[in-house]
């Protein structure tokens, strides 16, 4: 935003190939179709007191929201009802806000606060609401920070300031890296919100409805899509915040946009899937699950009796959630026989058909848990399948949401297979 306190055979021919180049470029869309597709929206149940708010960021479960020069500066809220968790005072105005998901707090830059000149970048905690000063950069245009993104790959941070068409980036202490002060990937209006989560920067263009994507290191263009939101005529892309967590049922992974003017809304964009991991992407827990027949049993037989074992591992660099957020896998034998006994090496696990449902506690980085489940297989089947799901509910937020099922098919020899 800008601040304002404001012949015969000739024609079939023609035809068939008319047909067939629209096909291939049809084909050609489709292939990134998904990417810019609205998959959700959220209205926040507070405004800002002074009407004006940039800042969002997500934290693995929850949206977090700002108000510039406004008593009542952060915001807790949910990314489905839009529901308030939590309000905080913290300077009196905040701008862009990051989620570091290696320290647990949270980033913020200044929203025309008392003293502030919109260089000030600030580490909140989000429990108590105390924001501490980290440093200052020069260069801001004026009061309002309204682009933020913490790079947990290098524990690095990239800023811009209110209408700024040139991005900072700085070191978590305020040095400047090599590439400090590149320009933005847009080739209109000017830079808003920033996110980043893996290899690529996200950059928001406020003014004309677009966000652009470039190769963090080499800036070279990734790809961009248009953010105009039916229904919605004056949304405008203000903070930017990656979201690998909300949508993982549908199979979807977004980019929140947020809206700068009451009411306090944002958007939800579907992007590639693994490209912008919440939180900077590189810490928190990551659970991975594979699924393989019991070595040594015999061939499987109609009727017979068989073994699996259920492998899950923390492959992330942080623990999960203490319970009530257990490590839970839920395997679906609809396909696959009957149940008839269960092993693990920890927890427990119950006959819940068809589904056997195994939970544990907290897992820490690199721990395993093996769970080896025995059936009886069907006497009519040629072959069977079953697959079992880590996390199935999305409890537990993780930096990859794409490695959580493992499927297991059996072949059954037998009379006419």
């Not at 449902?357 to 690199?366: L, N, Q, V, W, Y």
Request: glycine share 14%; aromatic share 10%.
């Amino acid at each position: 935003m800008k601040l304002r306190f404001g012949n015969q055979w000739l024609l079939p021919l023609l035809a068939f190939l008319a047909l067939f180049v629209g096909a291939i470029a049809s084909g050609s869309r489709s292939a990134h179709a998904a990417t810019g597709n609205l998959v959700g929206s959220v209205t926040f149940a507070a405004d800002c007191s002074s009407g004006l708010g940039v800042g969002i960021t997500f934290d693995g479960t929850n949206l977090w929201f700002s108000c510039v020069g406004s008593a009542t500066d952060l915001y807790k809220a949910s990314p489905t009802t839009g529901a308030i968790l939590g309000s905080f005072s913290v300077k009196g105005g905040l701008g862009a806000l990051a989620w570091d998901n290696s320290r647990g707090k949270l980033w913020a830059g200044a929203g025309c606060g008392p003293g502030q000149g919109g260089g000030e970048i600030y580490l909140i905690d989000p429990v108590t609401g105390v924001g501490t000063l980290q440093f200052t950069l020069a260069g801001a245009g004026n009061c309002l920070d309204d682009g933020l993104a913490y790079d947990g790959g290098n524990d690095s941070i990239y800023w811009s300031w209110d209408g700024s068409t040139v991005i900072r980036h700085v070191s978590s202490a305020g040095i400047s890296l090599p590439d400090d002060g590149f320009p933005w990937g847009g080739n209109a209006c000017y830079n808003s919100g920033l996110a980043i989560g893996g290899s690529l920067l996200y950059q928001g263009s406020d003014g004309c409805s677009h966000v652009w994507v470039v190769d963090k290191t080499t800036k070279a263009a990734a790809f961009d899509f248009s953010t105009v939101t039916p229904g919605d005529p004056n949304f405008r892309d203000e903070g930017l915040t990656c979201d690998n967590v909300t949508f993982k049922s549908s199979g979807k992974e977004v980019m929140w946009s947020k809206e700068a003017y009451s009411p306090n809304r944002a958007h939800a964009f579907e992007i590639p899937s693994g490209s912008c991991a919440f939180g900077g992407g590189a810490k928190g827990p990551d659970l991975t699950i594979t699924k393989d027949p019991k070595p040594g049993q015999p061939a499987p037989v109609p009727g017979g009796y068989y073994s699996f074992i259920i492998r899950v591992k923390n492959a992330g660099n942080a623990a999960t959630p203490p319970p009530p957020r257990d490590v839970f896998v839920r395997d679906d034998l609809s396909l696959m026989g009957t149940f008839v006994f269960w092993t693990a090496s920890a927890g427990v696990c119950t006959n819940n058909a068809p589904f056997v449902d195994c939970s544990r506690g907290s897992m820490a980085p690199g721990e395993e848990w093996w769970i080896e489940i025995r059936v009886r297989l069907p006497g009519n089947a040629c072959q069977v399948t079953d697959r079992a799901v880590v996390d199935p509910f999305n409890r537990i937020p993780e930096t990859n949401e794409l490695n959580n099922s493992a499927t297991l098919t059996v072949a059954i020899p037998r009379p006419g297979c």
